[in-house]
């Protein structure tokens, strides 16, 4: 037998099981055998460790437009337990018919009551496969994920997918929540020195069975709107991580102060005290004009942080009777707002210092030029010296008045 037979006999052997081998890898990832999870929910499970949610469009692809078919109408959910997220999601699977794909997953939700118990092992997992994204965002919701994701329902937007896409939007312009991502708390997770923050998810008035309601930005969080709409789910306030585990959340106000710290917002609105008229309130909209400025001085084993923060503001509630052109008038107002920003930005970070022990404004990056080498960096134990520092806070605060009025 020649060479040459034998080479060529070994050529299609070899071609039969490349066509063969790639053949069924097509088919069973071809558009067809795929359902897009649009988000994932996880849960504490009653008969296994978790509880899986995913939620999917019927339709099996993206259209030829770019973008996902997802109308309400098409959004299904499903759900099972397991004892990890891939047994559950491949328990999913087998009940679909089809293969549950998370390249285009926006938003994993994580229960309160799972977060409490650390979720380490799942976003260690989630970072370790390949399909999800690490700008993926990450929530943790006061009611179950399953009843989270259950109550999005596209509102204003036409798809569901796009009213994942507003978190980025809503953190820049409004201060209540951070567009936080799973990349995100998986780096400060593996940090020394970074803290994990994740948005704070509820049901708004429309999806709760509760009647309370609160309308205080400054007690504000998610799960105690007064907000009612198609849409029953809404974000308000950041979850705090002590490690992998939840120890507290803040409110729309000290959502804002954590904000204006960390230079992520662009503008926001507060409500303070009338300096003309105690007994009414006036509303500012709030614009930093320069990035914060912190330092750390470390005295008898004490953080001493300091930070200051330069923020114009526009007038937008205005009485009669208020020469809002007079200097002195604004220069009042100036003061005013000041007073009540370094108030609750003070008080912010006590709450998080003292009572959460976490440094999620990253001070400890500025406090690592005291240290020569990293073992007298573990020695010092930041994150218990953290819970003495003392905070001075300077806000410069220019008022004007409304951009179309002036005088009433």
Not at 60 to 85: H, L
Not at 144 to 166: C, G, H, R
Not at 281 to 289: A, D, I, N
Not at 360 to 375: M, V
């Amino acid at each position: 037998m020649s060479k040459n037979f034998v080479k060529i006999i070994v050529f299609f052997i070899l071609l039969i099981i490349f066509i063969n081998a790639f053949s069924e890898s097509y088919v069973s990832h071809s558009l067809t055998n795929l359902a897009y999870v649009l988000a994932l929910g996880i849960d504490v499970g009653e008969k296994a460790k978790l509880k899986i949610s995913a939620q999917f469009s019927k339709a099996t692809a993206f259209d030829s437009g770019g973008g996902s078919s997802d109308s309400s109408g098409q959004i299904v959910m499903v759900s099972g337990e397991a004892d990890s997220i891939f047994s559950g999601i491949n328990l999913l699977n087998s009940y679909i018919g089809k293969e549950l794909n998370l390249a285009h997953c926006n938003v994993v939700v994580f229960s309160e009551e799972l977060a409490k118990n650390g979720i380490g092992t799942q976003i260690y997992s989630l970072i370790n496969n390949e399909e999800v994204r690490p700008s993926t965002n990450i929530v943790v919701s006061k009611c179950s994920a399953y009843d989270y994701l259950d109550n999005v329902k596209p509102n204003i937007e036409k798809l569901t997918v796009q009213y994942f896409d507003t978190f980025s939007i809503t953190s820049r312009l409004t201060g209540y929540i951070s567009n936080l991502t799973i990349g995100e708390f998986y780096n400060n997770l593996s940090s020394e020195i970074k803290a994990c923050t994740a948005i704070l998810g509820g049901l708004n008035a429309t999806a709760r069975t509760e009647s309370d309601v609160i309308t205080n930005p400054e007690d504000l969080t998610a799960g105690s709107s007064s907000v009612e709409g198609n849409r029953g789910s809404e974000n308000i306030g950041l979850a705090v991580f002590n490690g992998d585990k939840l120890c507290g959340e803040l409110t729309a106000t000290e959502a804002i102060s954590h904000l204006l710290i960390k230079n992520k917002v662009d503008s926001c609105i507060i409500s303070i005290d009338n300096p003309f008229n105690n007994s009414n309130k006036v509303e500012l909209q709030l614009y930093p004009t320069k990035k914060s400025k912190i330092s750390v001085d470390i005295n008898n084993n004490i953080p001493h942080i300091y930070i200051e923060l330069k923020i114009d503001a526009d007038i937008l509630t205005l009485d009669e009777n208020i020469d809002y052109e007079q200097e002195n008038v604004l220069e009042t107002f100036s003061n005013a707002t000041k007073q009540y920003l370094e108030k609750e930005i003070y008080d912010y970070l006590n709450k998080v210092s003292k009572e959460y022990s976490t440094d999620i404004d990253n001070f400890g990056n500025k406090a690592l030029a005291y240290f020569a080498t990293s073992s007298e960096w573990k020695d010092f134990d930041w994150s218990e010296k953290f819970k003495n520092a003392e905070f001075d806070v300077n806000v410069d605060v220019t008022v004007i008045s409304s951009l179309l009025i002036t005088k009433t």
